[in-house]
């Protein structure tokens, strides 16, 4: 569905928000009822969840300056406001919905938070504001953000709760706003009320995907409504597409009145691309001289490319990330870089500035190099025949080189060279040009860029206790990962870190020397490093030890558990595993019959080895494993019966066990 919104003209008056303290009646039947309506199953339901989105101006004119000592344009504001009641059926209900997280970051605000319990007998126990506190939180995609949070008082099953906040967004107005219709509990009734900002020649837009609103309805107050009934909730599954793929949601932006074809309307989008990143990759003699220095006696263009890169991401501090080290305070401070040579010469910027630096010092050698948009698919997948930027708002580099595009992101801190993001690959991209735009996918990695290497020399006691040390690294993807979570976090939460990944699988595990090395260096690969004391390892009978030589997969759980499933399966990208774990056995001990290797494939898609060989008083375990060639990473329902059974192949070997007796019962 897609609707364009009236304008009204939005002066300096405040939106009409609803007030904190004027709480909607509570109908008997929903404090009796006992039972969900949507998902008969559910633990706790929402009655109503009501969302106000407004946009005004806070100061300033349209295309003048104010009459003031310091010239100032139009600025605005976005207001959210939620309100959100929901009954409680059982005691899953209470534990999941009475604490509450409300997320938030940079500039926006969360103001007015009130909420309070209704408990079956009609009893009324509301928060006290001494009682909400911010944190911060480890959201979904890993990334830490603030939160406001609470604990509902006095929730018990029966009970209703509802609480409201209001979202501050200063600055912004609501364009390419992301509003959900699904959330994690079935929802009654969804509303939004929306109440859109004149902007010369833009209207509001709203357009409904992967399920079906209501019309838009007009409201009082310049409000316009729209609401989707019996959503019920939204359950993850491992290996999953991305959400805005699966659940009900509409877009919100602002838009020029037009109606263009999707073709005509990327060429547009992609000349303008062109015209306004051109002038910031321009070079002057400053840069070109720093380029020629940079590349000095490099072979060829390949190697020329790669000193440029390294430079950049090495000699140019990237203001924007989370572990520059600059507080708020120096960040404000911070002059804004309007050519590639101011990037140079303060030797910071933002993540685009170090892009069109780049950009500007390869032109500067001869190599042709432009802006390219490009989607990010671990949020989206990009639909060209819907007109408009919101899926396409990743910048990187293309570079022409032997007639191909090959393409760069060097303010991607961590990301070696000849690799995008994992978000970026695999991805149509737009390659900006003054005449004609083109579309051109940029390749996936392949596995082996993407390698776990785990080694561990370790020894088994007489009483199965299995003591020694152990190494991983972590290269390509999975070292980025990790480095961008890990990165402004101290020595002590790093370690922690590494303690409670391994006691997920290894519950009884003693971890002491934690070491991890190389957090925020771009070019070596993440180490962690531990010395790992598990009791009880190796079962141990009179005369036999039962031992699972895999030691990093040996309890971990199946990749898929459920028999069945609702949604596509999609790997994030291919990755490779390569294990070498070798155990000193008891003086005396050695592995009973024969062992053979296991190998077995998925065509060229997949490989799994692994093998046990006795070496005097030792084994040696060593396996290798890999996934997703000919980019292999998309999977629809009707493969997950076939692909669910060769992870469990995966799983068992990696389960099996060697039987260890005395070394003279096997010379009789």
Request: aromatic share 12%.
């Amino acid at each position: 569905m897609s609707v364009i919104l009236t304008w009204y003209i939005a002066l300096a008056s405040p939106s009409s928000a609803l007030s904190q303290v004027d709480w909607k009646p509570i109908a008997p039947a929903d404090l009796a009822l006992k039972a969900p309506v949507v998902e008969k199953d559910a633990d706790a339901e929402a009655i109503f969840w009501e969302v106000r989105v407004s946009d005004e101006i806070l100061g300033g004119t349209f295309g003048s300056k104010m009459h003031t000592s310091r010239p100032q344009y139009v600025t605005y504001a976005t207001t959210i406001n939620n309100y959100v009641r929901l009954k409680i059926f059982n005691e899953r209900g209470r534990e999941s919905q009475s604490k509450i997280d409300i997320p938030f970051w940079g500039s926006w605000k969360i103001e007015d938070v009130s909420a309070r319990t209704i408990t079956p007998t009609g009893n009324i126990v509301e928060l006290q504001k001494e009682n909400v506190f911010e944190r911060t939180i480890v959201n979904a995609n890993g990334i830490k953000v603030k939160a406001k949070s609470f604990v509902l008082p006095n929730v018990e099953p029966g009970s209703i709760i509802e609480y409201r906040w209001k979202e501050r967004r200063t600055g912004e107005v609501a364009d390419h706003l992301h509003l959900p219709f699904q959330r994690d509990v079935p929802v009654q009734l969804v509303k939004y009320y929306i109440r859109p900002l004149i902007r010369s020649a833009y209207g509001m837009r709203a357009q409904t995907f992967n399920g079906l609103a209501t019309p838009f309805a007009k409201e009082k107050d310049e409000y316009y409504s729209v609401t989707m009934s019996n959503v019920p909730a939204f359950h993850a599954e491992p290996f999953m597409p991305p959400e805005s793929t699966i659940r009900p949601w509409m877009l919100v932006y602002y838009t020029p009145d037009e109606n263009l074809e999707s073709d005509k309307f990327w060429e547009i989008f992609g000349t303008k691309l062109y015209e306004i990143a051109n002038e910031r990759m321009q070079f002057n003699d400053e840069v070109k001289a720093t380029a020629l220095a940079v590349v000095g006696n490099a072979a060829g263009p390949e190697e020329k490319l790669q000193a440029l890169f390294n430079f950049c991401r090495l000699k140019i501090k990237n203001t924007g990330d989370d572990a520059s080290e600059l507080t708020q305070e120096e960040k404000a401070k911070l002059k804004v870089n309007k050519s590639a040579a101011d990037t140079l010469k303060r030797g910071a910027g933002t993540g685009t500035d170090i892009q069109m630096l780049f950009a500007a010092l390869a032109n500067a050698v001869g190599f042709d190099a432009r802006v390219v948009h490009v989607g990010d698919r671990s949020e989206h997948f990009l639909d060209k025949s819907f007109p408009n930027p919101y899926f396409l708002r990743t910048l990187i580099i293309g570079v022409k080189l032997n007639d191909e595009w090959k393409f760069f992101n060097p303010a991607s801190t961590y990301v070696p060279y000849g690799m995008l993001r994992w978000q970026e690959e695999f991805q149509q991209a737009l390659v900006s040009d003054p005449e004609k735009p083109i579309w051109v996918n940029t390749p996936l990695s392949p596995a082996s860029k993407s390698l776990v290497k785990r080694t561990a020399h370790l020894k088994l006691s007489d009483e199965g206790t299995l003591e020694g040390d152990v190494q991983i690294a972590y290269y390509g993807h999975a070292a980025v990962e990790r480095k961008e979570a890990e990165d402004d976090s101290s020595s002590a939460q790093r370690e922690e870190t590494v303690r409670n990944t391994v006691k997920a699988y290894l519950s009884a595990a003693e971890i002491s020397n934690i070491q991890v090395e190389n957090v925020t260096d771009p070019l070596k690969p993440l180490i962690q490093s531990y010395h790992v004391r598990v009791p009880g390892y190796a079962q141990r009978t009179a005369k036999r030890f039962f031992l699972k030589p895999a030691f990093f997969e040996s309890n971990l759980n199946p990749v898929f558990s459920a028999s069945v499933r609702k949604y596509d399966v999609y790997f994030n990208y291919p990755w490779s595993e390569e294990d070498e774990v070798c155990i000193e056995l008891p003086e005396g001990l050695t592995v009973e019959g024969a062992t053979v290797p296991t190998a077995f494939g998925s065509g060229e898609i997949s490989r799994y080895n692994s093998s046990v060989t006795a070496d005097g008083n030792s084994i040696v375990y060593r396996r290798a494993f890999f996934f997703g060639e000919k980019n292999s990473i998309f999977y629809p329902i009707k493969k997950y019966e076939p692909l669910k059974a060769y992870f469990d192949k995966v799983h068992n070997a990696d389960n099996r066990t060697v039987t260890l007796i005395p070394r003279a019962k096997q010379d009789n």
